[in-house]
T-cell receptor, first 114, second 111 residues
Framework: DGGITQSPKYLFRKEGQNVTLSCEQNLNHDAMYWYRQDPGQGLRLIYYSQIVNDFQKGDIAEGYSVSREKKESFPLTVTSAQKNPTAFYLC?????????????FGDGTRLSIL | GQQLNQSPQSMFIQEGEDVSMNCTSSSIFNTWLWYKQDPGEGPVLLIALYKAGELTSNGRLTAQFGITRKDSFLNISASIPSDVGIYFCAGQRSGTYKYIFGTGTRLKVLA
């Protein structure tokens, strides 16, 4: 089945620790995205990648980093510089960035602070 | 970043009732998407709209692209308990490729 797989489902971070959230897609999509979801708010864009080896900052990139070494993979690192990391993180992909094609989402990773 | 206004924020309805919700913006949009999100899961695409005035159905769901291109509407007919969840709109502003997401409408269905 084609889709987007995020792991782990739940993640706990200690003070001063970096953690990495995994996102893999087998839809052959060029574009991938990371969003943060907080209660009562819409999705906010952290980073996006139009194509392999490319990525751009979104609206709230501070304290986060990404890489796009393979088309199917777009991991997100939440660094210790992100002072309020507790949130639900959603990865998405679309056929192309420069189009009106919809984005499809994974099932999310919930990150909490220990 | 900009977010879209969704209304209502939440609603309780009786099973079998029809539901209406909307999404508005001060900007013109080229594309509107409607998603449903169940607790602890990612949003699932319900309907995509690409033209002003377009009316598209998906089972009991019908969505419309407002003729002013600044709003969109989602209707659910004869609601059932599994309609419970959060419904999000997303719009792609004219001249950009970025999607902006609404704040969500939380739907609760009373059996």
């Amino acid at each position: 089945d084609g889709g987007i797989t995020q792991s782990p489902k739940y993640l706990f971070r200690k003070e001063g620790q970096n953690v990495t959230l995994s996102c893999e897609q087998n839809l052959n999509h060029d574009a991938m995205y990371w969003y943060r979801q907080d209660p009562g708010q819409g999705l906010r864009l952290i980073y996006y990648s139009q194509i392999v080896n490319d990525f751009q900052k979104g609206d709230i990139a501070e304290g986060y980093s990404v890489s796009r070494e393979k088309k199917e993979s777009f991991p997100l690192t939440v660094t210790s510089a992100q002072k309020n990391p507790t949130a639900f993180y959603l990865c998405a992909s679309s056929i192309q960035y420069n189009s009106n094609q919809p984005q499809h989402f994974g099932d999310g990773t919930r990150l909490s602070i220990l | 970043g900009q977010q879209l206004n969704q209304s209502p924020q939440s609603m309780f309805i009786q099973e079998g009732e029809d539901v209406s919700m909307n999404c508005t913006s001060s900007s013109i949009f080229n594309t509107w998407l409607w998603y449903k999100q169940d607790p602890g899961e990612g949003p699932v695409l319900l309907i995509a709209l690409y033209k002003a005035g377009e009316l598209t159905s998906n089972g009991r769901l019908t969505a419309q692209f407002g003729i002013t291109r600044k709003d969109s509407f989602l209707n659910i007919s004869a609601s059932i308990p599994s309609d419970v969840g959060i419904y999000f709109c997303a719009g792609q502003r004219s001249g950009t490729y970025k999607y902006i997401f609404g704040t969500g409408t939380r739907l609760k269905v009373l059996a």
